[in-house]
């Protein structure tokens, strides 16, 4: 995971974290109560039953988005970018047409 993320959620190897998938994505979140924190020296691994539900591979490059305001970071797998940016061009290329 980049660090960079890691220090602007303010998450430390002590914020307990909470790992869950939201359709085709996986979503962290700190929570008191989560089971999950950040290894030395800040890495997140994300669990294998996340990974797999979402299509991950090793070495897949991922799009991280941080929320710092509700201390959240949503992983985008490479199938979701690929159908987002499909669908992105598909309606710019029909707004272009019209």
Known sequence: MDSALIRTLGWTTATRLR???????????????????LGPPGYLRLPATARHWCGLRAGDRLLLAADPANSLLVVHPPAVLEEMVAGLHAARFREGAA
């Open 19 to 37: 790992i869950q998938t939201c359709v085709d994505l996986i979503v962290v979140l700190a929570d008191r109560h989560g089971v999950f924190r």
